[in-house]
């Protein structure tokens, strides 16, 4: 419990030094909301139009005060309106997250099924041809970028058969499961595909120091059969540094796969945070990113405590 206090409690530090980042990130870039939102007509404003717009965005203020009435807003639970959207930063956000949360869980369902598997298996064919074959795959799958792997799923289906993958408005799980799984099944597989790589290569290597092992051995001795020492006794240690990886990855994916939802057309965080920097939608940008560093620092202590569950003898926070 002091080690799970002690980690929510640099929570807001680490919150407070993100958003100083993000804010004045953000600002260096280029252009500013006006010039996003008018284009080249922004130039036939006259001093005074673009004074009152500036006020409506909130940029009229230096950085500090800026930041400051940023702040202050948060503290109270409010993380601005987006001029793009209308409306709550909070309310955009929490419409899109869903879609991305549940893309995130597919794309890890499919990795670990696929990858833990694999490479138990290829670890207890150490060094023999369906070894080798597994490594060559988990290689190949590392080396192939996801937009590559996207667009030859997507001109196969539509070249090979003649459709397309399901795009258009997102369909949540709730109103109509069928067509959710079709819209997000193949941007999932994607995703799934590099991770289902660095699973198996991370199993297999795992696997091979745990199976060499005393209490592995121990366990052969008294005559325990082969899949109870590797599913029972040996996998349980060798999945550590898998829950390390699916975290980091986990985290990763809740902040949105930009490049696989542009290209499936999907609506999910990754697009927003990219066309809100292109809007210049500070409050947008700064929301989001928060979002984003706060569900990193959850899932990063999940995978602490998870690690507990998986080895007793680890101790969080004695010492």
């Not at 550590?240 to 986990?250: H, K, Q, Y």
Request: glycine fraction near 8%; charged fraction near 15%; charge should be neutral.
């Amino acid at each position: 419990m002091t080690y799970l206090l002690r980690r929510l409690a640099v929570f807001p530090l680490v919150l407070i030094g993100v958003s100083i980042v993000v804010f004045v990130a953000i600002r260096m870039v280029p252009g500013d909301s006006i010039t996003a939102m008018l284009g080249t007509e922004a130039g036939l404003l006259t001093p005074p139009q673009r004074d009152a717009l500036a006020a409506y965005f909130g940029i009229d203020q230096p950085w500090f005060v800026q930041y400051g009435r940023w702040l202050l807003g948060l503290v109270q639970g409010n993380l601005g309106i987006s001029p793009t959207y209308g409306k709550p930063v909070l309310d955009v956000i929490l419409e899109r997250f869903p879609l991305t949360l549940e893309l995130a869980l597919l794309s890890m369902i499919i990795a670990l099924v696929v990858g833990v598997p694999a490479g138990v298996f290829a670890a207890t064919r150490n060094e023999k041809f369906s070894d080798l074959g597994v490594r060559i795959a988990a290689m190949i799958g590392q080396s192939t970028p996801n937009f590559v792997l996207a667009l030859l799923i997507i001109y196969t289906l539509s070249a090979g058969f003649g459709v397309l993958p399901a795009m258009g408005e997102f369909s949540p799980l709730w109103r109509d499961p069928l067509r959710n799984l079709g819209q997000l099944i193949l941007p999932a597989i994607t995703l799934g595909f590099a991770f289902a790589a660095s699973v198996t290569r991370i199993s297999r290597s795992a696997m091979l120091d745990v199976l060499s092992d005393d209490y592995v051995r121990t366990a052969r001795s008294k005559g325990a059969s082969a899949r109870t020492v590797i599913w029972r006794h040996a996998l349980p240690n060798a999945l550590i540094p898998v829950v390390t990886l699916s975290g980091i990855e986990f985290g990763y994916l809740l902040g949105g796969a930009v490049i696989v939802e542009q290209i499936y057309a999907l609506p999910g965080l990754g697009r927003l945070v990219l066309d809100a920097i292109l809007q210049r939608d500070y409050a947008l940008v700064q929301g989001c990113v928060l979002f984003i560093a706060f569900n990193f620092m959850i899932v990063n202590l999940l995978v602490d405590l998870a690690y507990v569950a998986l080895d007793p003898r680890i101790r969080l926070g004695e010492h």
